[in-house]
Protein backbone atom coordinates (compact mmCIF):
# COMPACT_ATOMS: atom_id res chain seq x y z
CA UNK A 1 0.00 0.00 0.00
CA UNK A 2 1.46 3.30 -1.02
CA UNK A 3 2.24 5.94 2.20
CA UNK A 4 0.39 8.90 2.63
CA UNK A 5 2.56 11.74 2.17
CA UNK A 6 0.29 14.13 3.41
CA UNK A 7 -0.81 12.10 6.29
CA UNK A 8 2.70 11.77 6.95
CA UNK A 9 3.56 15.38 6.98
CA UNK A 10 0.40 16.25 9.22
CA UNK A 11 1.89 13.93 11.43
CA UNK A 12 5.21 15.84 11.52
CA UNK A 13 3.63 18.94 12.26
CA UNK A 14 1.17 17.83 14.93
CA UNK A 15 4.56 15.92 16.86
CA UNK A 16 6.78 19.31 16.26
CA UNK A 17 3.87 21.21 17.57
CA UNK A 18 3.92 19.44 20.88
CA UNK A 19 7.23 19.41 21.02
CA UNK A 20 7.72 23.40 20.64
CA UNK A 21 4.99 23.87 23.26
CA UNK A 22 6.56 21.68 25.68
CA UNK A 23 10.46 23.31 25.14
CA UNK A 24 10.35 25.82 23.09
CA UNK A 25 12.05 26.59 19.66
CA UNK A 26 15.25 26.98 21.18
CA UNK A 27 15.47 24.13 23.49
CA UNK A 28 13.20 21.68 21.07
CA UNK A 29 15.01 18.54 19.52
CA UNK A 30 14.76 16.80 16.21
CA UNK A 31 15.43 13.86 17.47
CA UNK A 32 12.50 13.68 19.59
CA UNK A 33 10.06 15.25 16.97
CA UNK A 34 11.17 12.30 14.99
CA UNK A 35 10.42 9.86 18.07
CA UNK A 36 6.81 11.92 18.67
CA UNK A 37 5.81 10.60 15.47
CA UNK A 38 7.81 7.45 14.63
CA UNK A 39 10.39 8.48 12.04
CA UNK A 40 14.29 8.29 11.13
CA UNK A 41 16.14 11.36 11.07
CA UNK A 42 16.28 10.85 7.37
CA UNK A 43 12.37 10.42 7.37
CA UNK A 44 11.93 13.97 8.87
CA UNK A 45 14.26 15.98 6.76
CA UNK A 46 11.94 14.66 3.96
CA UNK A 47 9.42 17.18 5.35
CA UNK A 48 12.31 20.07 5.88
CA UNK A 49 15.34 21.48 5.87
CA UNK A 50 15.76 22.19 9.75
CA UNK A 51 14.15 23.00 13.02
CA UNK A 52 13.36 26.44 11.98
CA UNK A 53 11.76 25.48 8.55
CA UNK A 54 9.63 23.14 10.85
CA UNK A 55 8.62 25.77 12.93
CA UNK A 56 7.77 28.20 10.30
CA UNK A 57 5.36 25.45 8.43
CA UNK A 58 3.58 25.75 11.87
CA UNK A 59 3.77 29.61 12.67
CA UNK A 60 3.26 31.16 9.52
CA UNK A 61 -0.29 30.44 8.99
CA UNK A 62 -1.21 32.03 11.72
CA UNK A 63 0.43 35.41 11.11
CA UNK A 64 -0.79 35.36 7.47
CA UNK A 65 -4.04 34.65 8.83
CA UNK A 66 -3.39 38.14 10.87
CA UNK A 67 -2.12 39.85 7.93
CA UNK A 68 -4.76 39.21 5.58
CA UNK A 69 -7.22 40.18 8.35
CA UNK A 70 -5.55 43.77 8.80
CA UNK A 71 -4.90 44.40 5.03
CA UNK A 72 -9.18 43.53 4.48
CA UNK A 73 -9.17 46.24 7.62
CA UNK A 74 -7.54 49.38 6.36
CA UNK A 75 -9.33 48.38 2.62
CA UNK A 76 -12.35 48.96 5.01
CA UNK A 77 -11.87 51.85 6.44
CA UNK A 78 -10.57 53.66 2.95
CA UNK A 79 -14.27 52.40 1.21
CA UNK A 80 -15.76 53.70 4.29
CA UNK A 81 -14.05 57.05 4.08
CA UNK A 82 -14.43 57.21 0.51
CA UNK A 83 -18.39 57.05 1.03
CA UNK A 84 -18.22 59.96 3.36
CA UNK A 85 -19.71 57.40 6.11
CA UNK A 86 -19.88 58.91 9.87
CA UNK A 87 -18.40 55.81 11.74
CA UNK A 88 -14.50 55.07 10.21
CA UNK A 89 -14.15 52.73 13.38
CA UNK A 90 -16.96 49.70 12.50
CA UNK A 91 -14.46 47.44 13.17
CA UNK A 92 -10.94 47.21 14.91
CA UNK A 93 -8.38 45.20 15.83
CA UNK A 94 -10.77 44.40 19.31
CA UNK A 95 -12.70 42.88 16.41
CA UNK A 96 -9.83 40.82 14.98
CA UNK A 97 -9.11 39.64 18.56
CA UNK A 98 -12.57 38.50 19.21
CA UNK A 99 -12.99 37.10 16.03
CA UNK A 100 -9.70 35.39 15.13
CA UNK A 101 -7.04 35.42 17.80
CA UNK A 102 -9.16 34.28 20.71
CA UNK A 103 -10.60 31.64 19.29
CA UNK A 104 -7.22 29.99 18.51
CA UNK A 105 -5.47 30.69 21.20
CA UNK A 106 -2.86 27.84 21.33
CA UNK A 107 -1.88 28.41 18.29
CA UNK A 108 -1.23 32.23 18.78
CA UNK A 109 0.55 31.01 22.46
CA UNK A 110 3.02 29.13 20.59
CA UNK A 111 4.30 31.70 18.15
CA UNK A 112 4.40 34.58 21.08
CA UNK A 113 5.35 32.44 23.95
CA UNK A 114 7.85 29.56 22.36
CA UNK A 115 9.66 31.36 19.36
CA UNK A 116 12.62 32.54 21.55
CA UNK A 117 15.64 31.71 19.26
CA UNK A 118 13.52 32.00 16.18
CA UNK A 119 13.18 34.86 13.67
CA UNK A 120 9.39 35.38 15.44
CA UNK A 121 10.95 35.71 18.81
CA UNK A 122 9.63 39.88 18.13
CA UNK A 123 6.39 38.81 16.48
CA UNK A 124 4.35 41.53 18.79
CA UNK A 125 7.05 43.89 17.64
CA UNK A 126 7.45 43.18 14.63
CA UNK A 127 3.35 43.52 14.89
CA UNK A 128 3.28 46.68 15.94
CA UNK A 129 5.42 47.77 13.07
CA UNK A 130 3.65 46.68 10.31
CA UNK A 131 0.38 48.26 12.04
CA UNK A 132 1.79 51.56 12.32
CA UNK A 133 2.99 51.51 8.81
CA UNK A 134 0.15 50.85 7.70
CA UNK A 135 -1.92 53.63 9.92
CA UNK A 136 1.03 56.52 8.60
CA UNK A 137 -0.08 55.16 5.23
CA UNK A 138 -4.11 55.72 6.14
CA UNK A 139 -3.42 58.70 8.38
CA UNK A 140 -2.83 61.37 5.29
CA UNK A 141 -6.08 60.17 3.66
CA UNK A 142 -7.43 61.42 7.38
CA UNK A 143 -6.04 64.54 7.13
CA UNK A 144 -7.10 65.16 3.37
CA UNK A 145 -10.77 64.52 4.79
CA UNK A 146 -10.70 67.27 7.58
CA UNK A 147 -10.76 63.99 10.22
CA UNK A 148 -7.82 63.79 12.90
CA UNK A 149 -8.23 65.75 15.71
CA UNK A 150 -4.03 65.85 16.55
CA UNK A 151 -1.36 65.64 14.63
CA UNK A 152 0.64 62.13 15.42
CA UNK A 153 4.17 61.30 14.28
CA UNK A 154 5.61 57.89 14.21
CA UNK A 155 6.84 58.39 18.04
CA UNK A 156 3.46 59.23 19.46
CA UNK A 157 1.68 56.35 17.23
CA UNK A 158 4.42 53.58 17.55
CA UNK A 159 4.33 54.12 21.64
CA UNK A 160 0.03 53.90 21.43
CA UNK A 161 0.10 50.63 19.25
CA UNK A 162 2.49 48.96 21.42
CA UNK A 163 0.19 49.57 24.45
CA UNK A 164 -2.78 48.82 22.50
CA UNK A 165 -0.91 45.53 20.85
CA UNK A 166 0.50 44.19 24.24
CA UNK A 167 -2.58 44.71 26.44
CA UNK A 168 -4.74 42.80 23.50
CA UNK A 169 -2.72 40.01 23.41
CA UNK A 170 -1.88 39.54 27.29
CA UNK A 171 -4.98 36.93 27.44
CA UNK A 172 -3.16 35.02 25.07
CA UNK A 173 0.50 35.49 26.44
CA UNK A 174 -0.85 34.21 29.70
CA UNK A 175 -3.12 31.47 28.60
CA UNK A 176 -6.33 33.26 30.41
CA UNK A 177 -9.58 31.45 29.90
CA UNK A 178 -11.75 32.22 26.73
CA UNK A 179 -14.14 33.32 29.41
CA UNK A 180 -11.86 35.68 30.82
CA UNK A 181 -10.04 37.08 27.38
CA UNK A 182 -13.38 38.00 26.32
CA UNK A 183 -14.35 39.81 29.36
CA UNK A 184 -10.78 41.83 29.61
CA UNK A 185 -11.13 42.32 25.73
CA UNK A 186 -14.16 44.14 26.94
CA UNK A 187 -12.53 46.28 29.37
CA UNK A 188 -9.77 47.02 26.60
CA UNK A 189 -12.46 48.13 23.73
CA UNK A 190 -14.35 50.60 26.62
CA UNK A 191 -10.43 52.01 27.08
CA UNK A 192 -9.12 52.34 24.31
CA UNK A 193 -11.59 52.21 21.59
CA UNK A 194 -13.02 55.68 22.55
CA UNK A 195 -9.41 57.37 22.61
CA UNK A 196 -8.48 56.40 18.84
CA UNK A 197 -11.79 58.25 17.89
CA UNK A 198 -10.96 61.18 19.22
CA UNK A 199 -7.28 61.18 18.79
CA UNK A 200 -8.24 60.85 14.72
CA UNK A 201 -11.01 62.45 14.81
CA UNK A 202 -13.61 60.18 13.39
Known sequence: MPRDKTASHHKVLAAAREEFMKYGFENASMRRIGERCGMSAAGLYRHCRDKQDLFSMIVEPSIQKINDWLDAHIKRSIQTMEADEID?????????????IYPNMEEYRLLLTKAQGSPYENFLHDLT??????????????????????????????????????????????????????????????????????????
Open 88 to 100: LWKDSEIDMMRDL
Open 129 to 202: EQHQNKMLEFIPLLYERGYVAKRIDAKELHLLLSAYTMAMFEPVVHGYSLEDAYRCLETLEAFFLPGWKQLLGV
